[in-house]
């Protein structure tokens, strides 16, 4: 795992690797008159995990979009790697290839089985034949935790072996970054861990993750970094004992008194 | 118990009641089988005229059912591409599909039909079966365009969503995950548009196509023979289309059965 010698050297106050995986910078997006990203500057490495947390309305989500472009920036730069996202003449498929997406709401293909969720976008995108996919999604689905449910329709599912399967998924394109949306939000709380467990094995594992998700217990074992968002702006960011234990904004000690 | 409890009154609210379908005499069964049995025995009881009429039955359902079937392909093709035009982002194809929806929906079918034929023969020079068929069809593609409209976006956004996300273009997510989604949703009521397409196919006999209503008005012009000829007709109708209102019900059912 090359990011963890190279964070291993991070004595040296230079930040991992030559690049960000995704480089964020003065990022505004307005929906009409609504301002719902001002000027939003964030790095994240190869092999970080980047919690970002807020107030509902405060950007989080949409952040998270602008990412693989869902929503496009009204103003600044976002890049994947050595793609630039908001450059309109970037094929954003191959971004999109490149940035994995899990949902609140999970948004598996109701029409397919668990295996052709994760079959269809390698096959149709990365043109793999149908073979080679299936032993994938296969493998896929043994890491997490659902190798019999293969033949399984999406309705048949539990909500967290749904965001399961969703998360394997995404992991068929071979991401760099993977971007969850609140992927616990919509689940009830006894299948919130299975979830969890997923997404802290994979961060072992060295993913690059970008999270938005008020799960404490995850940020302290897995995060590397905390952004709390408020208002569509960073207010501050930190490591996550940094940020929970000795807040210096106000605003973050406030919301914090809220979650805690 | 030597008590008695009092006892509760158990009304049905709804006054209205309920379409049984599962008693032996539902009111499909009796209109079926009761025009199928009017059908066979009055050939048998009656030979003159009714078999005589009967006679020519099979030759005038084999043109309606021509007529009827290249129709409803037709439509099908036009009403997919009105529905998805209506969907479209492109304005001028947005505007072309709704004022083609808008003008089609606004003018009688039969006023149609002489249009092409008569109004338009001059130009289009067309036979009495192609003129017939591109009428019904331009006016059930209308429609059914509303139906796909519809199907399309009854289909959740995170549907699509997820679909970009993975690295699909628009019309890859639509092809392989909106439409097999949607088909299953519109296929009631484009079986209801398939019937109504056989009824009004009866039109298409003032266009000198030997249809069924067209064999059923020669014979009683040349015998005066009208009670007997309508009823024949009459009863053909109506054992056809409630065979495949059956059929449309039963794949309702198994839709339905088959949750997603």
């Known amino acids: 795992m090359e990011h963890r010698t190279l964070q291993a050297l991070s004595f040296l106050d230079t930040p991992p690797g030559g690049n960000p995986r995704v480089r964020i910078r003065g990022v505004s997006k307005n929906f009409g008159s609504v301002q719902a990203l001002r000027n939003v500057s964030l790095d994240v490495w ?27 920036p009204s103003s600044g730069e976002i890049w994947v790697d ?14 999109r290839e490149e940035a994995g997406m899990v949902f609140q709401s999970f948004n598996l293909f109701n029409h397919l089985t668990a295996l052709e969720n994760i079959t269809l976008a390698p096959q149709i995108v990365k043109k793999l034949p149908r073979e080679e996919a299936e032993q994938k999604a296969r493998a896929l689905l043994a890491r997490v935790g659902l ?14 072996q749904q965001q399961r399967v969703a998360i394997a998924r995404a992991l068929a394109m071979e991401p760099k970054v993977m971007l969850f949306d609140e992927p616990t939000s919509a689940l009830d709380p006894e299948m919130i861990k299975e979830v969890l467990d997923v997404m802290l094995a994979l961060a072992k594992e060295g993913m690059t993750m970008m999270v938005v998700s008020h799960e404490m217990g995850f940020a302290r074992a897995a995060a590397d970094k905390v952004v709390f968002m408020d208002k569509g702006e960073i207010i501050e960011m930190g490591t ?7 807040p210096k904004e106000e605003r973050t ?5 809220h979650i805690l | 118990m030597a008590e008695e409890k009092p006892k509760i009154e158990i009304t049905d609210s709804t006054l209205i009641p309920e379409r049984g379908s599962g008693t032996i005499f539902s009111a499909w069964k009796i209109s079926f089988f009761g025009a199928l049995l009017l059908l066979v025995l009055l050939p048998l009881l009656m030979p003159e005229p009714y078999w005589d009429i009967l006679k020519f039955v099979p030759d005038g359902v084999l043109v309606t059912f021509e007529v009827t079937l290249l129709s409803i392909a037709l439509a099908l093709v036009i009403g997919l591409l009105t529905g998805l035009g209506q969907i479209s982002r492109i304005t001028f194809v947005n505007r072309l599909a709704t004022v083609y929806v808008e003008v089609i929906r606004g003018i009688p079918l ?10 338009l023969g001059k130009v289009l020079r067309l036979q009495g079966i192609p003129a017939a068929v591109i009428a019904m069809a331009v006016c059930y593609g209308a429609y059914m365009g509303e139906i796909f409209r519809a199907g399309i976006q009854a289909i959740p956004k995170g549907q699509m969503e997820a679909a970009l996300a993975l690295g699909l273009s628009r019309t890859q997510a639509l092809w392989r995950v ?17 019937i109504a397409l056989l009824k009004d196919s009866s039109l298409v006999s003032i266009l000198a196509i030997a249809d069924l209503l067209r064999r059923g008005r020669e014979y009683a012009s040349t015998t005066f023979r009208y009670f007997e000829s309508y009823t024949m007709v009459a009863l053909v109708y109506l054992v056809l289309t409630l065979f495949l209102s059956r059929l449309v ?7 339905h059965r088959k949750g997603r």
Do not use: W
């Open chain 1, 147 to 160: 190798q019999d449910k293969e033949a399984s329709y999406p309705s048949q599912l539990s909500g967290g």
């Open chain 1, 82 to 95: 050595h793609d630039c996202v908001t450059d309109p003449r970037t094929d954003i498929r191959k971004i």
């Open chain 1, 46 to 72: 190869p092999g970080e995990v980047v919690l970002i947390i807020g107030p509902s309305g405060s950007g989080k989500s949409t952040l998270l979009r602008c990412v693989n472009r869902l929503e496009r």
């Open chain 2, 249 to 255: 019900g039963i794949m309702e059912e198994h839709l």
């Open chain 1, 253 to 257: 000690r406030r919301f914090l008194q």
């Open chain 2, 110 to 119: 039969l006023v149609q039909l002489f249009y092409i034929y008569f109004a």
């Open chain 2, 178 to 194: 909106i439409l097999p989604q949607t088909i299953k949703i519109i296929l009631p009521p484009i079986g209801n548009e398939f």
């Open chain 1, 240 to 246: 996550p004992d940094e940020l929970f234990s000795t």
